[in-house]
RNA sequence: GCGCCGGUGGUCUAGUGGUAGGACAUGAGCUUCCCAAGCUCAUAGCCCGGGUUCAAUUCCCGGCCGGCGCACCA
């Protein structure tokens, strides 16, 4: 790990941020524990993200559990798709996508849906050697590596359940009762912010890569054909973006606004655009370097299977970029799986503005004529009919059309199928919403923000160390001291600790050591104000009210002071205007 | 999952085949009093298991954890 890294895991650990989880039993990789500090400034993320994609754009939020029943990971395509073939080289140890491996070496297109056996013996038929070493892989155990942590749901042997793997399934699922709570009106977002768990093979980074996490993931459910998004709200915003072919072809970074983005085609969908426009103040708001921010565009191989778009956000921590939102379009694939599977209705129902008649192909088949005919299949006769209607009302031009059933043909006569072209009125149609998710790792912004807001400089001649963390998402908003514990100093103190933990403030209170190094304590975790209550206090009900970044003092009055440093906090009052 | 390197108080580290020393931090006290001052005292450590040995924190093996590289990251 390089300095800024290691730098930041020390803090984090001294000062309460994150550490590992269970230490006291060795650790286990890729978990983490949130200390005091890190809780209540996740929180404090968590809470920014909920007032700026939720509340003011006016979605809805769910929680949903974090075990979910095989069926939905069936649906999406979790079970399968998760699922990685690992073959080991007995020589170098080199470990190896086996499905990959066969696909290029075979005409075999799709390895992935093979079973591991098979896979295996392809292996060894067609003498597939390491491509790290050259050595010969056949007899090689074909391993299978799901992602997914696996559990079962009740006693006994139970049914099977996974924790799940992306916040997004618990939204998806349950899509029925949340168009219906929407009134089946188009758009409407659902917002989740809750953990998600990966099995990774290799944990790494500290925060960056764990298999425990927390998302933040907005699901905006669109009508494909009408909808647009507001985008002169975010017209003017400008975002650092690293297109696909910018990466193909050694270019850089482009600065342009939302606006241009799209005229240029740069950002192919409007809706993506329009997020990356509200997104990017965010992540100002909550303390992220601007200056080591951009939006990276997917390469087409790297676009899951569903995504027609996609870009992520990506903060530069280390010399590395974090991958710390993804900002895709899915488009109806999570809906049509879970309807395909469920049977249920993944759809809205979109009234038109005038009911329109339509012409189409309908038949009552005579079962008079099939039921003797086709005795225990007419049924099944029937309903081919029917689809066969749908499909290709051509094929009842003639004097007989034929079904089949269970490979079985049966020839009807048009006359006995009931064929005929009805005029029906339709007042709407069912549209399936297409999907836009942005999708935050909270986990990761936190480590960001940490390392970016980490600051060091010289007070009177002595280096300092603290964190420049917005006032909005500092876990303690303000420090309070006696300059001394005596002559009533303390007590005095604790009468305004007391307010200002009462009008809802973060306060920490601290009175040992010299008040200098109280100050620095709080600098080292970011508490952007710090209260001292001193001698003058005593006559004059004021005290000094210190700011973090600039070390100035102002000498404020008690009274009033829960309101102004509330202000402060928000963001309504800057230090300077005190 | 593989390879290389590593693991000593809360943190950073010195050192050793005879179980450890410092700095910072923390707590108590004195002193000082608006930016990590000073003094005294105190708390606190050799990742886990097995082996070799009279004796292992030290050497060997395995595990766990971490860093880096490879692979992986719908």
């Known amino acids: 790990m390089t300095e800024e890294g290691a730098r930041l895991s020390e803090l984090a650990k001294r000062r309460g941020f994150f550490f590992r989880t269970a230490a006291a039993y060795g ?15 996740k929180d404090n993320v968590e809470a920014a993200w909920r007032d700026r994609f939720v509340t003011r754009e006016g979605h809805m939020e769910v929680s949903s559990p974090d075990v979910m029943p095989e069926a939905v990971f ?19 140890g080199a470990s190896h996508r086996a499905d990959h491996l066969v696909e290029d070496a075979t005409d075999v297109a799709d ?17 597939i050697a390491c491509p790290a070493c050259g050595v010969a892989l056949a007899g090689e155990p074909v391993e299978e590596f799901n992602l997914m942590f696996e559990t079962t749901i009740g006693p006994g042997s139970g049914s099977a359940g996974y924790l799940r793997p992306e916040t997004a399934q618990g939204i998806f699922v349950e899509f029925p009762q949340l168009a219906e709570y929407a ?14 768990y990966r099995n990774e093979i290799s944990p790494r980074k500290g925060l960056v890569r764990v298999r425990a996490f927390t998302q933040a993931e907005l699901e905006h459910f669109v009508d494909p054909e ?116 469920s049977g249920e209705d993944y759809s809205v129902f979109k009234q038109y503005d005038e009911p329109i008649a339509v012409e189409r192909p309908t038949v009552d088949p005579d079962m008079s004529v099939l039921g003797p005919e086709f005795g225990g299949a007419a049924g099944e006769v029937a309903d081919a009919l029917r689809s066969l209607a749908e499909r290709d009302p051509d094929a009842f031009d003639g004097q007989e059309v034929t079904v089949e059933v269970d490979d079985t043909a049966h020839t009807v006569p048009v006359e006995a199928t009931g064929f005929g072209i009805e005029e029906v009125t339709e007042s709407g149609e069912h549209v399936r919403p297409h999907v836009i998710e942005p999708s935050f790792g909270v986990g990761r912004l936190v480590y960001t923000v940490l390392a970016h807001c980490y600051e060091t400089d010289l007070v009177d001649g002595d280096e300092r160390t603290y964190l420049a963390l917005p006032p909005e998402i500092a876990p303690t908003t303000v420090g309070v001291f006696p300059l001394m514990d005596k002559d009533g100093l303390g007590e005095r103190a604790r009468d305004v600790e007391r307010e200002l933990r009462a009008a809802g403030l973060a306060v920490a209170y601290d009175d040992s050591g010299a008040i200098g190094r109280r100050y620095r304590r709080q600098d080292e975790v970011g508490t952007p104000f710090c209260v001292t209550v001193d001698y003058d206090t005593l006559d004059d009900h004021t005290v000094t009210v210190r700011d973090r970044d600039s070390t100035d003092q102002k000498r404020v009055a008690i009274e009033g002071l829960p309101g102004t440093l509330r202000s402060l906090r928000d963001g309504d009052l800057a230090f300077a205007d005190l």
């Not at 650790?27 to 500090?37: D, H, L």
């Not at 999406?76 to 998760?82: A, K, T």
């Not at 009134?183 to 998600?196: E, H, M, S």
Request: glycine share 10%.
């Open 27 to 41: 650790g286990v990789a890729g978990f983490y524990t949130y200390g005091p500090q890190g809780a209540t400034l």
């Open 74 to 92: 069936e649906a999406s395509g979790h079970l399968d798709g998760f699922d990685d073939m690992l073959v080991d080289c007995p020589e170098c």
């Open 111 to 127: 390895a992935e849906s093979m079973s591991p056996q098979a896979v295996g013996e392809l292996i060894a038929e067609h003498d």
């Open 183 to 196: 009134r089946n009106q188009l758009p409407f977002g659902v917002a989740q912010i809750g953990d998600a």
């Open 226 to 341: 009408e909808d647009e998004p507001p985008i002169e709200r975010v017209a003017d915003v400008t975002l650092p973006l690293y297109s696909a072919q910018a990466q193909q072809h050694g270019g850089e970074v482009r600065e342009l606004t939302v606006g241009e983005a799209i005229e240029e085609g740069v950002v192919a969908n409007d809706w993506i655009a329009y997020y990356l426009g509200v997104a990017t103040p965010w992540y100002e708001r909550i303390g992220v370097d601007m200056d080591r921010f951009r939006y990276r565009q997917h390469l087409p191989g790297e676009l899951a299977h569903y995504a027609a778009d996609c870009w992520d956000a990506e903060t530069e921590v280390d010399g590395d970029w974090i991958e710390a939102t993804g900002f895709a379009t899915r488009a109806d694939y999570d809906l049509a799986k879970h309807a395909e599977h």
